[in-house]
């Protein structure tokens, strides 16, 4: 395949999977820009809340991970119908998990948030919010499916139209609840799931109407079920690895202070946002990686690796640049104070110089999640831990306050751990050991 047709390719199925991308954590930030807006002590206690929240949802990231390269691979091999099956199957296993996590996350919810070791004030601000978006989990769960299956049969645009349309109903039903019924935090976190369970019934539109095309059965069927959970199993383990590092970054920015805890969720959902739209190419990747080995074709799967990683990397530095310019303004546009603005520009100016490195490391995991490389990804996701976790310990023992310890504490995650995952992505890639050819 010529590269500029491998261009066309990747710009097919990246820009609008850019948009959706962009579009999920744009929950996150209206949620953020909303309550923040209450004052800091309920943006605190998003704060707390999101990361119990992201650690739950991102467990369960696989259902997409393993789902999109499962259908690829069926879908590069000829085998439609059986694509459009394998991700029916992940559409079950997501709803069956997403219930059981909803009625156990509603229940453990006051102690979640306990482990964190909060003020009384903030604590009491992430029970509301949290208990009310465990009801949005299965929801959440069945998008993270239908989206995979979708950008396995190399279909990136649907995603996009029903993620910006529940973007929308999401901005609307949070200021309408928030100050329209003065229910506060509380009104952000309904009008969330609201718009959660209004995005499910526009992909069981679209999925019924695939099934139907391809002559799918929609109903369960074991064997599976059984593959999804299998096949998932090891990116659950990698995603654990990520959450751990999440939440011990939040356990140290609450140790440092309520104002720091505030900055580091302006300067993490930054994070997020960015990391979602790099994340673009590393979709465009995982789905073309995963066609490419259903249809026995290494060498294209080895031309796309190259070329998504030198994207990656340059839409880095345009990201980073983005960030570095509105970085003294980020934190006005969250809280309304000029106070927490300056607080947390330091910690956004560390982010945007990383930025690079983030484009590459998302890029390579979603090449290696392509090729279906599952087991490699939990173990380096253990190993990346070990110079992390020292770096995180430094600053939680000397405990700097203010924009300096915020800083320091950017430095740990977008500095010291990025560069350990990029260190053990870059080495599996540059084997040929996660080739693997075959439906």
Excluded: K
Excluded at 96 to 101: E, I, M, N, R
Excluded at 147 to 166: E, K, N, S, Y
Excluded at 281 to 289: G, N, Y
Excluded at 349 to 357: E, H, I, R
């Amino acid at each position: 395949m010529a590269v500029p047709t491998l261009n066309r390719d990747i710009l097919r199925l990246a820009l609008p999977a850019l948009g959706s991308l962009i579009a999920e954590p744009m929950f996150l930030i209206v949620d953020s820009a909303l309550v923040g807006h209450l004052g800091v002590v309920p943006l605190a206690g998003l704060g707390i809340a999101s990361a119990v929240l992201q650690t739950i949802v991102g467990l369960m990231v696989f259902l997409a991970y393993s789902t999109t390269p499962a259908v690829a691979r069926r879908f590069g091999a000829g085998e439609h119908t059986g694509a459009v099956r394998a991700g029916i199957d992940g559409l079950w296993l997501a709803l069956a998990l997403g219930v059981v996590l909803a009625v156990v996350g509603s229940l453990a919810t006051p102690w979640l948030v306990s482990l964190f070791g909060a003020d009384a004030a903030v604590s009491e601000q992430a029970v509301i919010y949290l208990q009310l978006s465990m009801w949005g989990l299965p929801a959440m769960l069945i998008v993270f499916a239908a989206t995979g299956l979708l950008r396995g049969m190399q279909d990136t645009v649907t995603p996009l139209w029903i993620a910006g349309l529940g973007f929308a109903l999401n901005a609307l039903l949070n200021w309408l609840f928030i100050y329209g019924f003065g229910w506060g935090i509380a009104g952000s976190a309904a009008g969330t799931v609201v718009a959660q369970w209004s995005m499910v019934g526009a992909y069981a539109f679209v999925v019924g109407r695939l099934a139907r095309r391809h002559e799918a059965s929609l109903r369960p069927q074991r064997d599976g079920l059984r593959g999804s959970a299998r096949a998932g199993g090891w990116l659950f383990l990698r995603t654990v690895s990520l959450r751990i590092a999440f939440l011990a970054t939040v356990w140290v920015a609450t140790a440092l202070g309520t104002d720091e805890l505030a900055g580091w969720q302006v300067a993490f959902t930054i994070f997020s946002t960015a990391a979602f739209a790099l994340d673009a190419l590393a979709i465009a990747a995982q789905a073309l990686v995963g066609r490419g080995l259903g249809a026995g074709d290494e060498p294209f799967v080895r031309r796309v690796l190259g070329r998504t990683v030198a994207w990656g990397a340059w839409f880095g530095v345009l990201v980073g640049g983005v960030i570095a310019a509105l970085s003294g303004v980020i934190g006005l546009v969250f809280t309304g104070s000029a106070d927490v603005a300056a607080l947390v520009q330091p910690a956004l100016l560390v982010l945007a110089v990383a930025q690079p490195v983030c484009g590459v490391v998302f890029v390579l995991d979603g090449v290696l999640m392509g090729a279906g490389d599952a087991r490699f990804l939990a173990i380096a996701g253990g190993i990346n831990l070990i110079p992390y976790f020292p770096a995180l310990a430094a600053v939680w023992m000397v405990h700097p306050t203010g924009a300096t310890g915020l800083a320091w504490l950017a430095v740990c995650f977008f500095g010291v751990y990025m560069l350990a995952r990029l260190g053990t992505l870059g080495w599996r890639v540059r084997s040929a050991a996660w080739l693997t050819a075959g439906a």
